[in-house]
């Protein structure tokens, strides 16, 4: 044995040596934080982790379904996901609420006291206030809620009641106030409706009078107790001297939203709410608290309690993330002049990024190709356009696999040593190969014609946690009805293809799809390498074609001049889905934009510098479809096209 | 780390096909391309067949059987039909390209979301350390996955090189060396020596379409271009191998083979890692296998000449 290992030394060595080198080419991501002197350590996954094998129960009990709520959950449910306790799975969720009734609040949570759960949740103020006094059994934990001092959980956010904690988020009324002053220079009186049985709305409007009374302005109130008055007091103070509306986040108020929207749009009023979730369903603007992060920073909480912690021990905790939006729709109607200022503020809290510290990109690409090339550009000049400065705010290393697929995985495992920010991928391969092996960065993907398919997800929303990104898949429908434009007569068209490329034998069914619906009748060769392009094209021609309707493939996108050639020699009109045949002699090219294709990935990694979640955000098709036409080349095989055609294009070549 | 594990897993995965090359290209002298076609049949028929509901264990099992089938074929058309080595290769190669479109109905099967012996080995990671999510050793983290599949598939392939080893010293196995060795005398001997060329490639392309399997399985997908190059890499491996051993004996050479296989991929992974410009990847690559190529015969040079 000891003889066998002696000759075997020099590899061994080789090996020890090598693999040393790369480790301390990695020498920097090592792991600073321990600095005591442990050279073996194991890290366990969270402090507050599930049990395995262990079945939690929660039961939920809230005033009525609303938008905003709905993302809290959303925010709620994935920071406990990240934590072990799954809803579905090893979480038990009991949803009940109140139908927008302050009577029912406590019978529902009586009967949820009396249910088998480990833990009430309650969610908005009134449902909080209720357990307070229902509820003496069983460990509550609030969230969505303004003020849980008013609401009665307590005197202060440490000395509260002993088996009640959770998240208090009190809204930015300060902020509010001055954005009102800004957005309306020189306003004179804001209205506002609430319930004023409710304590948080209580709460908001004796601070946000004395503020107004500092401004100088006038706030005129309206009260209601339940969600049917809000029309008619809606009518009432639109039509008293009011130069803007606010709504706070009032539950019975928001809960007849369309009523007060209804109120405001008829007198153009300005409808100022504090839930940016409402800015969608027509309100002006909004500056609020994104409920989706206090749903998040709320769930190692629940965490805690259901592993046995004593509520009387944890903090009532206040999280608010400031958030501004605006419609810029109702803006426009109403004739508001966003001053600059506000702009600028909007900007710097939306659209631009705030780096806090150089940003670490990769992409990676499978080979060289007339499809890499330009998404690769796309995604450099989108960083730039996003304001940052390569090499200052972001670096971009591009890596390249050059068709080797054991080089790919190398690749790959360089990629997750190297800790990027965030990665780029292109093309089905690469993001098969990142989907198995990336789990904690952020990945987005472009030039994948269809991702559902490479098993990226089950949908274009739901799909891999830590991926999204942008589809490439061709505008099939939109080439055939141009071909049924420019040639009406058309029976017959036909394509080559690729079986060896998924993308290919994809692109190929959907065009059959869509060639069959419009009465065209699809007829394709295989091709299987480039030396094979010149025989396939000519016994391409040698069916009875009409067009050729060439789809896009990597073997077929760097040999399209054979087919193109052929065709004008055997004077049938080419038909392409890449921008540049169309310059070559395509009669007309309906172009999925692969430079878009970079651009468009990069403002999906952008919703993600921004600090949303990829899993929530959806794939998406490439935003850019370019119609081109060449009249030189439609003379070239004797068609007329008709103006409308001409109109339609993006981009006309004579 | 990530990269250092991850390196030498690949490595250990395709040093199946570095000892399936080594069987073909030193045992038998045979320049074997049917490589490129057997190991993307491997992974095709491993992937469709977990993908249909079978269990890894038995879709990998008949993936090397798909590659037995594959080689031998070779075998039979250089053997039978006195076909040229290389041309014989290249026939089945080009062939395989069609059957592994068929094998998977497409060009492309993804198996992230399935059960796969990978997926057995990350199970039985948890079951075993339920809380532990990743280890720090010496200051670098590695995720504790990452090591157990590393560790199960070490222990595979130590398992299966010792099967060949044992193998190729049974009668059968020394016949099939022999063959190798010097037709002539194991002719005169009684032995049908073409019956040892296609079982031998048969086997050869097993272990090759075997290794496709696991890296279907390890990087989640089966893709019908993933053989191009393969040949290089298992070629390369073999010389590597070779080129660090002080003496050459079965066991030592198939060893050598894995070690080189290994080697492969640490030399790759630092290419990578040290940010080389991604167009001079193949180069690079090459420059590799020509030192390896050049390496024994330079030392036994300077050592003719008494300089080490």
Redesign the interface.
Same mark, same amino acid.
């Given at each position: 044995m000891f003889d066998?290992i002696k $000759?075997?030394y020099? %590899?061994?060595l080789?090996?020890v040596i090598?693999?040393a080198?790369?480790?301390f080419?990695?020498l920097n991501? !090592? &792991?600073?934080q321990?600095k005591e002197n !442990?050279?073996?350590? *194991?890290? $366990? !996954?969270s402090e507050f982790?599930a049990e395995?094998g262990e079945t939690y129960k929660i039961g939920i009990v809230y005033f009525a379904p609303d938008i905003s709520l709905d993302i809290l959950f959303n925010g709620l449910f994935t920071g406990l996901k990240e934590i072990g306790f799954v809803k579905d799975s090893n979480l038990q969720v009991t949803f009940s609420h109140a139908n927008g009734e302050t009577g029912n609040i406590q019978p529902v949570l009586q009967n949820m006291d009396n249910k088998d759960v480990d833990l009430i949740m309650t969610m908005t103020t009134p449902c909080l206030t209720g357990a307070c006094a229902a509820i003496k059994n069983k460990n509550v934990v609030f969230t969505y809620c303004y003020d849980p001092i008013t609401a009665g959980a307590g005197k202060s956010y440490s000395d509260h009641l002993p088996n009640i904690t959770g998240v208090g988020s009190f809204p930015p009324i300060e902020q509010t106030i001055n954005f009102i002053e800004k957005l309306l220079p020189g306003i004179k009186s804001v209205g506002t409706i609430y319930n004023s049985s409710e304590a948080n709305s209580r709460k908001v409007m004796s601070v946000a009078r004395e503020l107004f009374k500092q401004k100088g302005i006038k706030l005129k109130e309206m009260t209601v107790t339940n969600a049917n008055e809000v029309y008619q007091a809606a009518q009432v103070i639109t039509s008293r001297d009011i130069q803007a509306l606010w709504i706070t986040g009032d539950n019975t108020s928001l809960q007849a939203f369309d009523g007060i929207l209804k109120n405001t749009d008829r007198s153009k009023i300005p409808l100022i709410v504090n839930d940016i979730e409402f800015v969608e369903k027509g309100a002006t603007a909004a500056i609020g608290i994104g409920w989706y992060h206090t749903g998040y920073k709320t769930a190692p909480m629940v965490a805690r309690v259901l592993l046995g912690e004593n509520t009387e021990n944890i903090p009532i905790e206040n999280i608010v993330e400031e958030n501004i939006d605006i419609n810029f729709d109702k803006i426009e109607k109403l004739e508001i002049q966003i001053p600059d200022d506000i702009f600028d503020f909007i900007n710097a809290k939306s659209e631009k990024l705030k780096l806090t510290k150089k940003l670490n990109l990769t992409l990676i690409q499978y080979n060289?190709s007339p499809i890499s090339e330009p998404s690769h550009e796309g995604i450099i000049d989108a960083l730039v356009n996003l304001g940052l400065r390569p090499e200052i705010d972001f670096e971009l290393? @591009? !890596?390249? @696999? /050059?068709?080797?697929?054991?080089?790919? &995985?190398?690749? +790959?495992?360089?990629t997750? =040593?190297?800790n990027y920010d965030l990665v780029f991928v292109t093309s =089905?391969?690469t993001l /098969?190969?990142a989907?198995?092996?990336i789990k904690n960065t952020p990945v987005v993907f472009s030039v994948v014609a269809d991702p559902i *398919?490479? %098993?990226?997800g089950k949908s274009f929303t739901e799909h891999?946690p830590n991926f999204t990104g942008i589809s490439t898949l061709g505008d099939f429908e939109g080439m055939i009805k141009l071909l049924k434009q420019i040639l009406p007569d058309a029976k017959t068209i036909g394509t080559l293809f690729t079986? %060896?490329? *998924?993308n290919? +034998?994809n692109n190929k069914d959907e065009l059959e799809k869509y060639a069959n619906q419009y009465g065209l009748k699809l007829i394709v060769v295989p091709v &299987?390498s480039s030396s094979e392009v010149t025989d396939a094209a000519k016994s391409l021609i040698s069916n009875d074609l009409d067009a050729i309707c060439q789809i896009v493939d990597n073997l077929t996108s760097s040999s399209y001049p054979t087919i193109l050639k052929i065709s004008k020699k055997a004077n049938i009109p080419f038909f392409g889905f890449v921008s540049k045949q169309a310059n070559d002699g395509a009669v007309a090219v309906v172009a999925r934009d692969y430079y878009q294709a970079g651009v468009d990935a990069v403002n999906l990694a952008n919703k993600i510098f921004k600090g949303e979640n990829p899993k929530d955000i959806p794939f998406e098709f490439v935003s850019k479809t370019n119609i081109i036409i060449n009249l030189d080349a439609a003379k070239f095989y004797g068609i007329n096209i008709c103006g409308d055609v001409i109109k339609s294009a993006d981009k006309i070549l004579y | 780390m990530t990269l250092l594990i991850g390196s030498i897993t690949i490595g250990l995965i395709l040093s199946l096909l570095a000892v399936g090359s080594y069987i073909s290209f030193r045992i038998f002298k045979f320049p074997d391309l049917t490589t490129e076609g057997s190991i993307t049949l491997g992974a095709a028929i491993a992937a469709s067949l977990i993908v249909y509901g079978v269990h890894p264990l038995i879709a990998t099992i008949l993936a090397f059987a798909g590659g037995f089938v594959a080689g031998g074929i070779t075998g039979l058309l250089h053997t039978k039909f006195k076909i040229n080595g290389l041309l014989a290769g290249i026939l089945v190669m080009t062939a395989l390209y069609s059957v592994n479109l068929h094998v998977m109905g497409r060009s492309n099967v993804p198996l992230l979301s399935d059960i796969t012996l990978i997926t057995y080995f990350e199970q039985f990671a948890d079951f075993i350390t339920p809380n532990i999510e990743s280890i720090n050793i010496l200051g670098w983290t590695a995720s504790e996955k990452d090591i157990y599949v590393l560790l199960f598939i070490l222990i595979t392939i130590i398992l299966i090189s010792i099967i060949i080893y044992l193998f190729f010293k049974t009668n059968l196995g020394t016949a099939m060396r022999a063959t190798g060795d010097n037709q002539q005398m194991i002719k005169a001997l009684g032995v049908n020596t073409n019956l040892m060329i296609i079982l031998g490639l048969a086997i050869s392309n097993g272990l090759i379409a075997l290794s496709g399997a696991f890296l279907a399985q390890y990087q989640g997908f089966a893709d019908v271009q993933m053989g191009i190059g393969m040949v290089v890499w298992g070629l390369a491996s073999v010389i590597i191998g070779e080129a660090l051993l002080s003496k050459k004996s079965l066991g030592l050479l198939i060893t050598g083979a894995i070690m080189g296989s290994i080697l492969f991929r640490l030399l790759v992974a630092i290419a990578l890692r040290w940010g080389m410009n991604p167009n001079d990847l193949k180069i690079i690559t090459a420059l590799f296998v020509f030192i390896a190529l050049i390496m024994p015969g330079m030392l036994n040079k300077f050592k003719r000449k008494g300089i080490c």
């Open positions: 066998y $000759h075997l020099k %590899g061994i080789l090996i090598i693999a080198i790369l480790l080419s990695d991501n !090592r &792991n600073k321990k !442990r050279f073996f350590d *194991i890290k $366990h !996954r982790f395995p060289d290393t @591009a !890596r390249n @696999a /050059q068709a080797d697929i054991s080089t790919l &995985n190398l690749i +790959v495992d360089a997750i =040593t190297e =089905t391969p /098969q190969t989907a198995k092996k *398919i490479a %098993g990226a891999l079986p %060896g490329e *998924i290919s +034998v &299987n | -």
